[in-house]
């Protein structure tokens, strides 16, 4: 049984997976604060909730878009469950072609994902990692990862229209009745979800256009759920990308 930690800006993700079975997947508070002894604690309980003891676990892999805290979370790991993690970065072979102009910049959750999408799914691929970021990775008909795009996820931006609007209020992700908002609440769901979606939308529509071919578009995220439904565009939701991603790269290492 392998653990696989995906440490993101809000959340640190927790999962096991065995061949294709994936146990269970939760997530944490990402919290630059915390020691290794409470994150140790923290993804212990996690286990005990599923009743699997840290010594069945054969082994661990790390993929982190927060350097503040990956070597925290390493540390961690090894003392729960007496193995060294393996974290996704330079050394670490991933069998993934990036094509751009500085591929060590490239988050190791981009990486993951597309090493993940390109198991399952045919090429070229749009991948997009609704989080707290926005993220578009563009994989082509040569299994190239060549680029992508960065974009405020829909609670970052939300947040910073409250935070920057005397009048408005945090709201929640719920449907709003209809695409026209008919009070303050509605529009801003509106605005929220649908304009994600628009955004999504059109820039499939753009890639396609300057790859001048038809791409596999597969989902990821906290906040996938929240957006796709209302894309009009064909997207696969895969909400365990991350955990077969990690799963696969740490084969790979062995």
């Given at each position: 049984?392998?653990?696989?930690?995906?440490?993101?800006?809000?959340?640190?993700?927790?999962?096991?997976?065995?061949?294709?079975?994936?146990?269970?997947?939760?997530?944490?508070?990402?919290?630059?604060?915390?020691t290794?002894?409470?994150?140790?604690?923290?993804?212990?309980?996690v286990?005990?909730?599923?009743?699997?003891?840290?010594s069945?676990?054969?082994?661990?892999?790390?993929?982190?878009?927060?350097?503040?805290?990956?070597?925290?979370?390493?540390?961690?790991?090894?003392?729960?469950?007496?193995?060294?993690?393996?974290?996704?970065?330079?050394?670490?072979?991933?069998?993934?072609?990036?094509?751009?102009?500085?591929?060590?910049?490239?988050?190791?959750?981009?990486?993951?994902?597309?090493?993940?999408?390109?198991?399952?799914?045919?090429?070229?691929?749009?991948?997009?990692?609704?989080?707290?970021?926005?993220?578009?990775?563009?994989?082509?008909?040569?299994?190239?990862?060549?680029?992508?795009?960065?974009?405020?996820?829909?609670?970052?931006?939300?947040?910073?229209?409250?935070?920057?609007?005397?009048?408005?209020?945090?709201?929640?992700?719920?449907m709003?009745?209809?695409?026209?908002?008919?009070n303050?609440?509605?529009?801003?769901?509106?605005?929220?979800?649908?304009?994600?979606?628009?955004?999504?939308?059109?820039?499939?529509?753009?890639?396609?256009?300057?790859?001048?071919?038809?791409?596999?578009?597969?989902?990821?995220?906290?906040?996938?759920?929240?957006?796709?439904?209302?894309?009009?565009k064909?997207?696969?939701?895969?909400?365990?990308?991350?955990?077969?991603?990690?799963?696969?790269?740490?084969?790979?290492?062995?």
């Open positions: 049984m392998l653990l696989v930690i995906d440490i993101g800006n809000t959340n640190v993700v927790v999962g096991c997976i065995d061949g294709r079975e994936i146990f269970f997947e939760e997530r944490l508070s990402t919290d630059r604060k915390r290794e002894l409470e994150y140790a604690i923290d993804i212990k309980n286990l005990e909730i599923y009743e699997i003891a840290p069945i676990i054969e082994g661990a892999i790390i993929s982190s878009v927060v350097p503040q805290i990956t070597d925290v979370v390493r540390r961690a790991i090894k003392k729960l469950i007496d193995k060294t993690p393996k974290v996704v970065g330079p050394g670490l072979k991933t069998g993934l072609n990036i094509v751009m102009d500085q591929p060590a910049q490239l988050g190791s959750d981009l990486v993951v994902d597309a090493v993940a999408a390109m198991a399952d799914h045919p090429v070229p691929l749009i991948i997009i990692d609704m989080g707290t970021a926005t993220t578009v990775s563009v994989v082509d008909h040569t299994k190239s990862y060549i680029g992508g795009m960065i974009l405020p996820g829909i609670r970052t931006a939300t947040d910073s229209l409250v935070s920057n609007a005397a009048q408005l209020q945090q709201i929640s992700f719920d709003p009745r209809k695409l026209i908002g008919s303050t609440i509605e529009c801003m769901q509106s605005g929220a979800l649908y304009g994600n979606a628009a955004a999504i939308d059109g820039l499939i529509d753009r890639i396609e256009e300057e790859q001048k071919e038809t791409c596999t578009v597969v989902a990821t995220g906290g906040l996938a759920g929240y957006i796709v439904p209302l894309c009009r064909e997207i696969i939701v895969d909400n365990n990308l991350l955990l077969k991603g990690l799963q696969i790269i740490y084969n790979k290492n062995r």
